[in-house]
C-alpha cells in the first residue's frame, strides 16, 4: 500500500490508511472525556463517507463504525450502508464477532 497517494495534483492518504487512526482518535477523546474531540471525528467521517462510498470502500465505513461503536451517533453510516444495498457487511460483521451486542441492540433501534 502506498502511503501517499496523488490525485488531481494534491497529495493525501490512501482511504485504508485513514481509517485506524480515525478510531484511535475517538478511542483517547473518549479516554479523557472530550466530547468536542468524539464530535470532530463524527463530522470528520461524515463528511468522508461519500468519498468513501464513491471508491466503493464500503468495508471501511463498516470498520469504522464497528471499531468505534457509538451505532447511534454514527447512525449516518448505517443510512449509507442501506442506501447502497450494503447493509449485510454490518450484518456479517455483528454475526462473525462475539461481544457485539451493543451492535445487536442498536438493530434493533
Same mark, same amino acid.
Given at each position: 500500500?502506498?502511503?501517499?497517494?496523488?490525485?488531481?495534483?494534491?497529495?493525501?492518504?490512501?482511504?485504508?490508511a485513514?481509517?485506524?487512526?480515525?478510531?484511535?482518535?475517538?478511542?483517547?477523546?473518549?479516554?479523557?472525556?472530550?466530547v468536542?474531540?468524539?464530535?470532530? +471525528?463524527?463530522?470528520? +467521517?461524515?463528511?468522508?463517507?461519500?468519498?468513501?462510498?464513491?471508491?466503493?470502500?464500503l468495508?471501511?465505513?463498516?470498520?469504522?463504525?464497528?471499531? +468505534?461503536?457509538?451505532?447511534?451517533?454514527?447512525?449516518?453510516v448505517?443510512?449509507?450502508?442501506v442506501?447502497?444495498?450494503?447493509?449485510?457487511?454490518?450484518l456479517?460483521k455483528?454475526?462473525?464477532?462475539?461481544?457485539?451486542?451493543e451492535?445487536k441492540?442498536?438493530l434493533?433501534?
Amino acid at each position: 500500500m502506498n502511503l501517499v497517494v496523488q490525485s488531481k495534483g494534491e497529495q493525501r492518504l490512501p482511504s485504508a490508511a485513514e481509517v485506524e487512526p480515525k478510531i484511535r482518535a475517538h478511542y483517547c477523546f473518549g479516554l479523557v472525556n472530550l466530547v468536542d474531540g468524539m464530535d470532530e +471525528i463524527y463530522q470528520i +467521517i461524515r463528511e468522508r463517507v461519500p468519498g468513501y462510498i464513491d471508491r466503493g470502500e464500503l468495508g471501511l465505513l463498516v470498520r469504522l463504525v464497528t471499531g +468505534i461503536q457509538k451505532y447511534r451517533e454514527m447512525q449516518y453510516v448505517f443510512d449509507a450502508l442501506v442506501d447502497n444495498d450494503m447493509f449485510k457487511l454490518i450484518l456479517r460483521k455483528a454475526m462473525d464477532k462475539e461481544g457485539q451486542w451493543e451492535l445487536k441492540l442498536a438493530l434493533r433501534d
